[in-house]
């Protein structure tokens, strides 16, 4: 396993556990590195408009809100989420909030504009309709990639390596080998779960790396004096945000910066300036300073929508990826890992799937 992000790390530690996972061996690359598992706002909840985002969303939600394990290496935070959709994005939103009432019952609901205005919005277009979740929250992605990485540590089929890997080399008639701190080791199977990083890896050693593209992903931590909203998503005005700790705000707007080095993650104070202006006019009762601190990070999106174990063209499902898809992969990394492990280890075995209990997480 190539990657100690969040979606490596997942993968690995359920390969761990599974009664077929066989032995792992995970490879950190540079911890030094600021990825997108330490910056990610780390805001969760079961709505996105893609239905394949939305189900590893919702399913996600609820395998974390079933777990106290979970919730506490992730130090989950609960709180509401209101998504207010672009027009015609997505499927029907009554059947969306169906969906997150089947798995999570008492959590969603349509948001007309009049309620929107009672929690705090200000000018709803006319017929705009929300979608509102009460079993949202959010966590903290390192802590709980932290977390995974230390419970997997203790098990006898998992080795963590500091180091990074350096190629990837095919062997007629043999499994992959991997150059991993000037030392040569052979495998079954290879997954490059590097995120930005992916396409360089596959790149550099050779390999198809078409599809894979990175994206600046910014965000600020602005003072708030009084009043905040929940967390939120505002398509039509292009910006979200959510309370982050006590008296502050985490806010942003998207960006359209593509083709950037993940290494050197960048930075636009304009980008803070538009996301309060959108906020205030969004929610007037909103005293908010300037930023704070201001953190950039990059992210790998691919033309798949979802997180997903995918194997590399011309390499005979020796070499797959688990990355990508629109970016963002906290709210999806917990089911796409599930749904990766059935890839990877016998059909049957169910082990792998198990949510995990209050002491599940003891080796």
Same mark, same amino acid.
Request: glycine share 12%.
């Given at each position: 396993?190539? *990657?100690?992000? #969040? !979606?490596?790390?997942?993968?690995?530690?359920?390969?761990?556990?599974?009664?077929? *996972?066989? &032995?792992?061996? #995970?490879?950190?690359?540079?911890?030094?590195? @600021?990825?997108?598992?330490?910056?990610?706002?780390?805001?969760?909840?079961?709505?996105?408009?893609?239905?394949?985002?939305?189900?590893?969303?919702?399913?996600?939600?609820?395998?974390?809100?079933?777990?106290?394990?979970?919730? &506490?290496?992730?130090? %989950?935070?609960?709180?509401? =989420?209101?998504?207010?959709?672009?027009?015609?994005?997505? $499927?029907?939103?009554?059947?969306?909030?169906?969906?997150?009432?089947? =798995?999570?019952?008492?959590?969603?609901?349509?948001?007309?504009?009049? &309620?929107?205005?009672?929690?705090?919005?200000?000018?709803?277009?006319?017929?705009?309709?929300?979608?509102?979740?009460?079993?949202?929250?959010?966590?903290?992605?390192?802590?709980?990639?932290?977390?995974?990485?230390?419970?997997?540590?203790?098990?006898?089929? @998992?080795?963590? #390596? !500091?180091?990074? @890997? $350096?190629?990837?080399?095919?062997?007629?008639?043999?499994?992959?080998?991997?150059?991993?701190?000037?030392?040569?080791?052979?495998?079954?199977?290879?997954?490059?779960? !590097?995120?930005?990083?992916?396409?360089?890896?596959? +790149?550099?050693?050779?390999?198809?790396?078409?599809?894979?593209?990175?994206?600046?992903?910014?965000?600020?931590?602005?003072?708030?004096?009084?009043?905040?909203?929940?967390? %939120?998503?505002?398509?039509?005005?292009?910006?979200? *945000?959510?309370? $982050?700790? $006590?008296?502050?705000?985490?806010? *942003?707007?998207?960006?359209?910066?593509?083709?950037?080095?993940? /290494?050197?993650?960048?930075?636009?104070?304009?980008?803070? &300036? =538009? +996301?309060?202006?959108?906020?205030?006019?969004? %929610?007037?009762?909103?005293?908010?300073?300037?930023?704070?601190?201001? @953190?950039? +990070?990059?992210?790998?999106?691919?033309?798949?929508?979802?997180?997903?174990?995918?194997?590399?063209?011309?390499?005979?499902?020796?070499?797959?990826? %688990?990355?990508?898809?629109?970016?963002?992969?906290?709210?999806?990394?917990?089911?796409?890992?599930?749904?990766?492990?059935?890839?990877?280890?016998?059909?049957? /075995?169910?082990? =792998?799937?198990?949510?995990?209990?209050?002491?599940?997480?003891?080796?």
């Amino acid at each position: 396993m190539v *990657g100690g992000g #969040l !979606a490596g790390s997942l993968l690995a530690w359920r390969l761990a556990r599974s009664r077929h *996972g066989g &032995e792992v061996d #995970l490879v950190l690359g540079d911890r030094c590195r @600021v990825d997108a598992t330490a910056a990610s706002g780390g805001a969760v909840r079961g709505y996105e408009t893609h239905p394949s985002q939305r189900a590893l969303a919702v399913a996600s939600l609820a395998e974390l809100l079933a777990s106290p394990t979970l919730r &506490e290496w992730g130090g %989950f935070r609960p709180g509401e =989420a209101v998504y207010l959709p672009a027009p015609g994005v997505g $499927e029907p939103l009554a059947a969306a909030v169906a969906e997150i009432e089947a =798995a999570l019952p008492g959590s969603a609901s349509l948001v007309p504009a009049t &309620e929107l205005t009672r929690l705090g919005w200000a000018d709803p277009p006319a017929g705009a309709v929300a979608v509102r979740e009460r079993k949202a929250g959010c966590l903290t992605p390192g802590r709980l990639r932290d977390s995974v990485l230390a419970d997997a540590a203790v098990r006898r089929r @998992v080795r963590l #390596l !500091a180091a990074t @890997v $350096e190629a990837v080399t095919l062997r007629p008639g043999a499994g992959p080998r991997c150059r991993v701190a000037g030392r040569d080791r052979d495998y079954d199977q290879v997954v490059v779960a !590097a995120g930005p990083w992916t396409g360089r890896l596959l +790149a550099r050693t050779g390999l198809p790396a078409a599809g894979y593209r990175t994206k600046s992903i910014q965000y600020a931590i602005h003072h708030v004096d009084g009043w905040r909203p929940t967390q %939120f998503v505002d398509e039509l005005l292009g910006c979200y *945000g959510r309370p $982050e700790g $006590e008296g502050s705000l985490l806010l *942003g707007v998207p960006t359209d910066r593509w083709g950037v080095d993940p /290494d050197r993650p960048p930075t636009s104070p304009e980008l803070p &300036e =538009a +996301a309060v202006r959108r906020a205030r006019t969004r %929610f007037p009762r909103l005293r908010i300073g300037p930023a704070v601190r201001i @953190v950039g +990070a990059v992210d790998c999106y691919t033309d798949r929508p979802t997180l997903s174990l995918t194997p590399v063209p011309g390499t005979g499902g020796q070499v797959l990826t %688990f990355t990508g898809g629109a970016g963002g992969c906290v709210k999806t990394a917990l089911a796409a890992s599930r749904d990766a492990v059935t890839r990877l280890v016998e059909p049957g /075995d169910r082990s =792998a799937l198990m949510t995990l209990g209050p002491r599940e997480g003891q080796p």
